[in-house]
């Protein structure tokens, strides 16, 4: 069997690839702009409440579900959704990781801030691979104006979709994930699993200091800005970009110093206290193979039926 | 020649000792001598100061207490034992260390958290450990904000969130280093009134002697490592040459504020002109309806109106996180807001922005932030690269700058091994060598000892440019400026004349400007250094030979004379009454004195010449 090709004239392509980047750019701004509108209104909005505290609001069962119960379904439906082959059972995982989502009444807002995250890197997926992947026998191509470079193959844009498909599904899965509880009782949970102590409190520590690392180096960059510096292809622009992130690692490694004789002179042995003790009861279990079952079903369908 | 004597005011009731330190030694891991030969004993109860320049080994002696740092000689004993092993551990539940930046302490999750972290290694069970905790923030005044994450809280929050972690110990001792350093008047006065409510032993670290001088009993002086001097605090302060010799005489704030609106820098050639009606300068910088919001939407500047004339030296003051700070961003183009802004007449648009930076410079709050070149030439020569100047005229500028901030030589020094004075002087050089029409200041005292604000202050005074100066610190702002504007919530609420802003006592509670506490401790002071020439009848106990009949002999002993004292103080007025504070040290000659007869008991060990 060979490819099925379709000829159409070339001022289709604008029309074809133009048109979902403006769509998907229209609906970025759209979000962006209803985003700030509701801010405006409120004249002080709290937006500094910490993400992961909000499971102190949280009543669903993600919230209650025994984080060790809770890491290990997740993670094992996130790998079983990676793995499937057919944008119908993708499209199914996003409904299931949608509907998680709206049991545990994630701000849609906030949902779509992590989604747009990701819009970018699967926007390139979807304009790139229709034209990049290589024909096989069976697929339907279109070729623009008779320019046998330019064939976009509607295999490719169906893989792209399912790629895209298969990331939403996860990446919305990250928030019930991280969000129903504390990062620190999340980490308890993976140090509870096999993971090291001291990664988990490497990775506590890193999110802490992260925001300040961050906020030190954009106090140095407009220390250099208001001084007239402006990134150019020249090597004094290279020279003083590799003295900035000198200067950031000296203060970052001194204030990791600090940071250490800090936690010591309040005690620190090597060891942080647990943040709450961990209870497996039979309803954590019955949540985690009820959700592993519905991994099982997707699989089923995905391999078998489809 | 008389000997010198001291009369010592009582110290606290003694007992048993809590820190027993004794020829104590350190050296930093480059071979330099931090601390040599230094001991000292501390009492339960005792609240001292530790004083003296930067670099003095104040820090490093309170790590050593702490037992962060392990000695190179000598010995610290806590209650009676080393400092080490059971007892460091049982030290380190016991003694709270403060530091001095809040976000090395902050280190969990959340600032309940945070507070717990030191009750659970207590060995509380998680719900008292929350309890404690949750005490120990409702007396800092952040309950409300429990569950937040550190990096959302304001520098004085994270300040009192830090304190509220040791707090939450119940702990015997507290270490604090420069725990009001960068914090507006309203939030030390919190701190102070929370350091007065703690029961425990207290061994504070601090440039500013006013905020120290009620707080604490005792000062000890460090200089080059070694204990200088062990005062009470009222010996110190009084003592303006004991002060001068290690860089901690904070007199010159003790100066009467000029009265006259127009009266400024002893160099006349500086003085500027009073702002009025009728003279008007040449517009600078104009900001209307000017607003800010952060990306996350919050509204940092609302409605800003603002004019700066040519040659106009203004300050703007207000609590921390009034937005001073995010409108000095938005004048140096750091950040766009909404609204008019036009510089020497001109909208300052998108692309003029970009270039503003050739007429504003700016010294950031923390100089660190500014430099990151590997010597102090390259950091001096990095903005006239990008401003273009040629090889020679680059060299003479930066000798010209180094000259200005009194850093001739400093050419090849590396900038991170300056001292905190140094790096501060630095980074104004920085910026005085672009030579900008409007300089701006943010906080400049910050973390500078006495000497180095007063090098600093004296260096600002001989400037000609357009200043803006944001401070806390109203006696810089009463010397520098001429004119305040004060911020609260993203406005400028009032624009005032000097004279007319340091009578408005409203703002005081409107700003946390309050400065009662500091207006009172300096009047204290200025009494104990109090000076001038009298004589009185006193009694001295002290030791000189004399004669009892044929008999000579030098022995301690008291008795009554009179003769010339020297005071130096500030009389409140001529025709005014003042008291003369009590003086513990001088030396005086008695001039026959040996040969006068006088009686007393003599024992038996007496000696004799």
């Known amino acids: 069997m060979t490819e099925i090709i379709h000829h159409i004239p070339l001022w289709y392509l604008p029309l074809l690839v133009i048109l979902p980047i403006t769509a998907l750019w229209a609906g970025v701004a759209g979000l962006r702009r209803t985003a700030r509108r509701k801010t405006a209104a ?93 024909p096989h026998s069976g697929d339907t ?68 200091y992260v925001h300040v690392f961050s906020h030190e180096a954009r106090r140095m960059s407009a220390g250099m800005q208001v001084r007239g510096f402006r990134k150019r292809t020249d090597t004094a622009t290279l020279r003083t970009v590799a003295n900035f992130l000198g200067m950031l690692f000296v203060r970052s490694f001194e204030r990791t110093e600090r940071v250490f004789d800090a936690m010591r002179a309040r005690g620190y042995q090597g060891r942080f206290p647990e943040p709450v003790k961990l209870r497996l009861c039979a309803s954590d279990l019955f949540i ?17 039926i489809l | 020649m008389h000997e010198t004597h001291e009369i010592r005011e009582p110290r606290p009731a003694s007992g048993p000792l809590l820190f027993k330190v004794c020829g104590l030694s350190y050296q930093y891991p480059d071979g330099t001598a931090a601390l040599s030969g230094v001991s000292a004993e501390i009492r339960p109860g005792e609240r001292v100061a530790l004083a003296g320049q930067n670099g003095s080994g104040k820090t490093t002696l309170i790590k050593l207490l702490s037992g962060l740092l392990a000695p190179a000689g000598g010995q610290v004993r806590y209650r009676d034992k080393p400092l080490a092993g059971e007892n460091l551990d049982r030290g380190r539940l016991e003694i709270g260390v403060l530091f001095q930046d809040p976000d090395d ?149 003790l100066v009467v504020a000029p009265e006259s609106p127009d009266a400024g820098p002893d160099d006349a050639s500086c003085r500027l002109r009073p702002v009025s009606a009728k003279d ?115 060299a003479a500028r930066v000798s010209e700058a180094l000259s200005m901030v009194h850093m001739e030589g400093y050419e090849d020094r590396v900038p991170l091994h300056l001292s905190g004075g140094e790096r501060r002087r630095l980074a104004l050089a920085c910026v005085l060598v672009m030579e900008p029409e409007l300089l701006i200041l943010d906080e400049p005292t910050a973390g500078l000892d006495p000497r180095g604000e007063q090098l600093l202050l004296d260096i600002l005074q001989k400037l000609h440019t357009t200043l803006l100066l944001v401070s806390h610190d109203i006696f810089f702002i009463q010397q520098l400026t001429r004119r305040t504007l004060v911020m609260h919530q993203g406005r400028i609420m009032e624009d005032l004349p000097m004279q007319a802003f340091m009578e408005d006592q409203r703002l005081g509670d409107l700003n946390g400007l309050s400065c009662m506490y500091r207006l009172r401790c300096t009047r204290d002071i200025r009494a104990l250094q109090h000076e001038h020439e009298h004589t009185h009848e006193h009694q001295h106990l002290h030791t000189h030979p004399h004669r009892h009949g044929d008999m000579v002999h030098e022995h301690l002993h008291e008795h009554t004379h009179t003769h010339a004292h020297r005071f130096v103080h500030t009389h409140p007025g001529r025709d005014q009454s003042h008291d003369h504070a009590p003086r513990r040290y001088h030396e005086h000659d008695h001039a026959g004195h ?13 000696k004799t010449a």
């Not at chain 1, 985690?288 to 078998?304: G, Y």
């Not at chain 2, 106009?312 to 807001?337: D, F, H, P, W, Y």
């Open chain 1, 42 to 134: 409120d004249r002080d909005p709290d937006w500094s409440v910490p993400p992961l505290a909000d499971e102190k609001q949280g009543g669903s069962f993600l919230h209650k579900w025994d984080v060790r119960c809770k890491i290990v379904t997740i993670l094992i439906f996130s790998f079983v959704v990676a793995s499937l082959d057919h944008l119908a059972a993708a499209l199914a995982a996003v409904v299931i990781s949608l509907s998680v989502a709206v049991m545990i009444r994630v701000p849609a807002a906030r949902l779509m801030l992590r989604l747009l995250a990701l819009a970018g890197f699967l926007g390139m997926l979807l304009v790139v691979m229709p034209f990049t992947v290589p």
């Open chain 1, 141 to 208: 191509l279109v070729v623009f104006g008779g320019v046998e470079w330019l064939t976009l193959n509607f295999r490719g844009l169906l893989l792209a979709a399912t790629i895209a498909a298969r990331a939403v599904a996860i990446a919305m899965l990250m928030e019930p994930l991280l969000s129903t509880a504390p990062l620190p009782v999340t980490l308890h949970g993976l140090c509870r699993l096999g993971v090291p102590e001291m990664a988990a409190q490497m990775v506590l520590l890193s999110n802490r």
């Open chain 1, 288 to 304: 985690c193979l009820a959700w592993l079952t519905v991994a099982a079903a997707l699989v089923v369908w995905d391999r078998i």
């Open chain 2, 105 to 253: 302490q902050l280190f969990m999750h959340t600032i309940i958290e945070d507070a717990a972290f030191g009750p659970r290694q207590q060995g509380l069970p998680q719900q008292e450990a929350q309890l404690a905790a949750g005490r120990a923030l409702d007396r800092v005044g952040l309950l409300h904000l429990a569950y937040k994450a550190p990096h959302n809280l304001s520098f004085g929050q994270k300040k009192r969130a830090a304190l509220a972690g040791l707090l939450a110990m119940e702990p015997q001792v507290l270490l604090l280093d420069e725990p009001t350093a960068n914090l507006d008047p309203g939030q030390e006065q919190v701190f102070l009134d929370l350091l007065k409510d703690f029961s425990g032993t207290l061994i504070c670290i601090s440039h500013d002697l006013i905020f120290l001088y009620e707080l604490c009993q005792r000062a000890i002086v460090l200089n080059h490592g070694m204990v200088q001097h062990d005062y009470t605090m009222r010996e110190l302060v009084s003592q303006r040459r004991t002060l001068r010799e290690h860089g901690l005489d904070f007199s010159f704030r």
């Open chain 2, 280 to 394: 008007p300068g040449r517009a600078l910088v104009q900001l209307q309806n000017y607003c800010y919001r952060y990306p996350d939407g919050t509204p940092a500047l609302q409605g800003i109106d603002l004019l700066i004339r040519k040659g106009e030296r203004i300050s703007i003051v207000g609590e921390n996180g009034a937005g001073k700070s995010t409108l000095l961003s938005c004048l140096t183009g750091l950040c766009q807001g909404r609204g008019e802004y036009l510089y020497d007449g001109k909208t300052v648009t998108g692309r003029t922005r970009k270039r503003i930076w050739r007429k504003i410079g700016m010294v950031f709050q923390d100089c660190a932030d500014q430099l990151f070149c590997s010597t102090v030439r390259e950091e001096l020569s990095f903005g006239l690269r990008q401003l273009g100047c040629t090889r020679a005229e680059t």
């Open chain 2, 594 to 606: 040996e040969a006068q007869p006088h009686e007393h008991m003599h024992k038996q060990t007496d």
